[in-house]
């Protein structure tokens, strides 16, 4: 039995401004690549979100910050978004268009970090806390090499750098190992099912594998044990890539080929049918053939067209149809 680490859904239709909502099976978590409209999400699901990856600062895929600053308010939590250089001045805007003479040190400890990232690296990072009335202060950026965006013990974020007439940002949620527990093996070893299995895949993640556990009364095995009697398999993990409003052009394809190379999972924008790819290229969009192309040069295993213009609202299966025979070659 498989058990993902994450489970990845667009928040709304492929006509909704866009939101990829990363579910995380256990715990309390979730991350948003934009934050375009969260209305389809539960107050419930939002609260969850503990990271905000921000492609670009077109309305489309800003404009709910609103919406997750109201649900997020009176939460002793901290969110923390990443974007292109201007997310941390556009954050402060956002926040100063508001009153916040009510709060003080006894409100709730809600604060909100931003980061400007650009290739090679963080430039700079802001903190929001609302005891201090969200007044801005300046923090250390997270220091991180290459393209990564974040390091948890369980996955890393990366990002490509694209042209969309300002820079637009496409990421990777890639899980680090997958592990997958044998039952018949379990059962040899006469070990139960349980939560304890959970323990387990984290600790082989993290590669603690002297690590003991209690599956059962009075039995103690570590994770090397379940390892070398195959009760427990790693393989490749997850690769889910984000990537949305980008001009068709020869760099673009290139770096986002290489982002999303065997990907499990590619959520790419499809806007415009090939009939008005002037349009799109004037616009900086893709139509959903050149979509489904990239989708075929970097060979993902699954894709997902989305950000679908308003203009198509009773032509989506045109779109789909373009991106899958593009994706198949035709
Ligand atoms: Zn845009
Ligand atoms: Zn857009």
Known sequence: MSVLLVHPRLAGDPFADPVLYLDFRFGRRALLFDIGDLAP??????????????????????????????????????????????????????????????LDAESRDFSLSASDWAEGGFMHASLFRARDAFRRQEIAPPSLNGMALMDDPEFTIEAAVLDHGVP???????????????????DALGLP???WLTEAKRSVRRGDLSRRLSPADGRQVTIRDLLEAGALRTGAGQRIVYATDLAFTELNT??????????DRLYIEAGFLEEDRLLAASKKHLTAAQAGSIARLAGVAEAFPMHFSPRYADRADELRAEFASAMAGG
């Open 254 to 263: 290139k770096r986002l080929v290489a982002l999303a190379h065997g990907a």
């Open 168 to 186: 637009s940002l496409a990421f990777t949620f890639q899980e680090k190992t997958r592990v997958n527990v044998h039952k018949a093996r379990l």
């Open 193 to 195: 099912v349980g939560p």
């Open 41 to 102: 999400l539960s107050p419930r699901e939002i609260a969850r979100v503990t990271q905000v990856f921000v492609s670009h600062m077109h309305m489309d895929h800003f404009a709910a910050f609103d919406r997750l600053l109201r649900l997020s308010l009176y939460r002793d939590a901290r969110v923390d978004l990443v974007g292109p250089p201007g997310l941390a001045d556009a954050v402060e805007s956002k926040l100063r268009a508001y009153t916040w003479n009510l």
